[in-house]
């Protein structure tokens, strides 16, 4: 691991115009490629204390041996130049995009003498016309085929068209109506130019005049009693139309816009793109990357931009792949130049923006919600795949020199706001994949306040009691601990009846232990499992953490984190079951906040339920009338009875009364007579706080 004081460019060394800037190893390979607007802040700062860097960052600057930059005029050129080499030296720190250039096209070669309709890959060429990009191949030639019988270009390749000349015949699309046969001379080079163009035309979204010329022109042939004629207008209609609602209208002004969306987690991005043309959807684009270097929303969206455009065309080219719009879910930071550089590609001026209302606005949000369902497809298909889940537990096992792979697996994490509402969560993997019936949260009971490490102890302690519990079968029973009473049997008897419950023939909760018990976060939390697994005896049960910092494996009693590759998918399946932690101990987090900020007085009246409470609330309009109150006034609520009166008003009594109430708007204090009807109806809404699942 390489010191970044041993390569930092002396002071003044580096230059303060625009410029684009490579990081090499020591074995001189570039592994990031970066610009800025300004070179000197840009650099300095990737000197500064690693504790103050991204970790992604501190992990890159490390690696790196030397670093070394190119000055340029503009930050356009910058932007350019960024791109080209990003594409020729594949820095492994540099986010890329999986998928580039995999998606077919409809192509019109109008640089041939014989223009031709096609499906195409790859980049663009010049003097061919591009429509989409589509999701497969199948969906343009559905389209084509609709098409053909009205504009009968050719789809021929160059050698079946050749040798049709030479022999004087047509191929069977020329007999059936769907080629011109230019091949044979049945029209001319500027005739099969001009249907070429017009098929260009329509599928440009430019639909409207055409289709009215048809239906006037079948008119007319009606009128003339010309049926046949008229018949085959109307069929070609009837296809037009076909292949017009395949791509359903969503702009009403026929706007050409590219709309891009993003969905994000900590390790990997998902980007959609949609290709609006005409005011209809033409195509569509997906790309998903790992999130290799530290990198927000907008700078995903940039480095997009240059993957989607950048190897298409260059400034001398006119490039109408680039619409007139292009809108986005951030803007780069800063916008200027990205707008300048698609400007410059398309030849004409480019709205890079934000949608903010309209139907703009509600197509970015389905868009975006095809890339968070692109996104979680991915991580299914990568955690459904047997081979590769069966290669992660190998990877697992290997590094952590365990005697078999880790079928089951289990983490704990900690979570609380500033000290408060502190629970605990474990989830639950068995051959890769989570079993969310196993999962588990508890409450925090030993003590108050924040210490991450003493809640680890308690939990993991928690969790391990109750399996050696449950793991008699026979013998002498051991009686469930007094701090945990969620430890007593189901049947009242205070001790399990077996790891099997009789009832429903399922394994009880904490009948199995895990093969490998993971904790979020480093050694600490790694020593407090330690000694808790060391208090009950066990220790047949692996155990390690997942640092987030840096993403290292801690073991106990080590000194030096396991670091496995960027690439393994055991480092993949460890930070899935990590996350997955982190957001089961968030959500049940956030719920007791959220039950214990919205709690009303009558929530811990004992023996009084939600049904109750809602019609005590309906009877007196308001807690203040509810508080003043006497014991006959409540006995008069129907399901209201004596004791539950008696329990009511003197709980309402021995609490201090609460402030009166305010309106927020004109700052008066609500009489009683006034009490607004929003009070109970928030009050009966509220619901106990459930009881912790130990």
């Known amino acids: 691991m390489a010191d970044p004081s041993t390569y930092r460019p002396a002071p003044g060394a580096i230059p303060t115009s625009p410029g684009v800037y490579k990081f090499r190893d020591a074995h001189g390979r570039v592994i990031y490629v970066g610009k800025a607007k300004s070179l000197r802040p840009r650099l ?45 030296f594949d820095p492994r720190f540099n986010v890329k995009y999986r998928d580039d250039k995999s998606y077919p096209e409809l192509a019109v070669t109008l640089n041939e003498e014989y223009p031709r309709v096609q499906v195409m890959r790859g980049a663009h060429k010049k003097g061919v016309r591009y429509f989409g990009p589509y999701g497969h191949a199948w969906a343009i030639r559905e389209t084509v085929d609709l098409l053909l019988r009205v504009f009968p270009v050719r789809t021929c390749s160059n050698g079946v068209f050749k040798r049709a000349r030479q022999v004087g015949r047509p191929c069977l699309l020329g007999y059936i109506g769907k080629c011109a046969a230019p091949c044979v001379g049945k029209v001319s080079p500027d005739e099969h130019r001009a249907l070429a163009e017009d098929f260009c035309d329509f599928m440009a979204g430019r639909t409207g005049n055409y289709l009215r010329r048809l239906e006037e022109q079948m008119r007319e042939a009606a009128e003339e009693m010309e049926y046949e004629k008229a018949a085959r207008l109307r069929d070609d209609i009837g296809a037009l139309k076909r292949a017009m609602e395949k791509n359903a209208i969503v702009l009403a002004d026929a706007t050409d816009a590219d709309l891009l969306a993003v969905a994000e987690d900590e390790l990997e991005a998902a980007v959609q793109i949609f290709h609006v043309r005409g005011g209809r959807v033409r195509g569509q684009r997906g790309w998903v990357t790992d999130k290799v270097e530290d990198v927000d929303t907008a700078g995903l ?3 997009a931009l240059q993957q989607l455009y950048g190897g298409a065309g260059g400034p001398d080219e006119r490039n109408e792949s680039v619409p007139r719009e292009v809108l986005v879910p951030a803007l780069p930071e800063p916008a200027g130049p990205v707008r ?16 903010q209302r309209g139907d703009k606005k509600d197509l970015m949000a389905t868009v975006q919600r095809n890339a968070q369902q692109a996104l979680a497809l991915h991580k299914t298909k990568r955690a459904s795949d047997l081979t590769t889940r069966s290669r992660a537990l190998q990877e697992i096992a290997d590094a952590l020199e365990l005697d078999s792979v880790p079928l089951r697996i289990e983490c704990f994490d900690i979570s609380h706001l500033q000290g408060e509402d ?6 639950v993997f068995e051959d890769g994949l989570a079993r969310k019936s196993e999962y588990r949260r ?51 008897t205070g001790a399990p009846a077996g790891p099997i419950d009789p009832e429903t023939g399922r394994p009880r909760r904490f009948a199995y232990p895990p093969q490998l018990l993971v904790v979020d976060g480093g050694q600490p939390q790694v020593a407090a499992a330690k000694r808790a697994l060391d208090e009950l005896g066990i220790d047949d049960v692996a155990l390690c953490g997942l640092a987030k910092r840096l993403e290292e494996v801690w073991l106990p009693g080590e000194d030096d984190p396991v670091v496995l590759p960027r690439s393994s998918e055991g480092l993949y399946l460890l930070q899935r079951v990590r996350d997955e932690a982190h957001r089961f101990a968030i959500s049940y987090q956030r719920s007791k906040r959220s039950k214990r900020l919205t709690a009303g007085e009558l929530d811990s009246v004992p023996g009084l339920g939600e049904t109750r409470r809602q019609a005590l609330l309906k009877h007196f309009g308001s807690l203040k009338r509810l508080r003043a109150a006497t014991v006959d006034e409540l006995c008069a609520v129907p399901g209201i009875g004596r004791r539950t009166a008696e329990t009511v008003a003197a709980a309402l009594s021995s609490r201090t009364p609460v402030a009166p109430a305010v309106n927020t708007a004109t700052g008066e204090i609500i009489e ?22 130990p």
């Open 672 to 693: 009683d007579g006034a009490e607004p009807a929003a009070e109970p109806v928030a009050a009966a809404s509220q619901t106990a706080p459930s009881q912790e699942t």
């Open 44 to 88: 300095s700062s990737y000197f500064q204390d690693l504790a103050g860097l991204h970790p992604r960052t501190a992990t890159m600057v490390t690696t790196a041996a030397s670093v070394e930059w190119t000055v340029v005029a503009t930050e356009v050129e910058a932007l350019q130049l960024e791109y080209s080499w990003i594409k020729e």
């Open 422 to 427: 502190v629970v605990a969560s474990m989830v």
């Open 442 to 492: 508890f409450q925090i009971k030993g003590f108050e306040g924040q210490d991450d490490v003493r809640s680890m102890h308690e939990v993991i302690g928690r969790r391990f009691r109750r399996y050696l519990q449950e793991r008699e079968q026979t013998g002498e029973w051991v009686v469930p601990e007094a701090d945990d009473p969620g430890a007593a049997a189901a049947d009242g």
């Open 301 to 303: 969206v940039e480095h």
């Open 340 to 355: 300048d550089w698609l400007s410059g590609l398309r030849g004409s001026q480019v709205d890079l923006r934000i949608p």
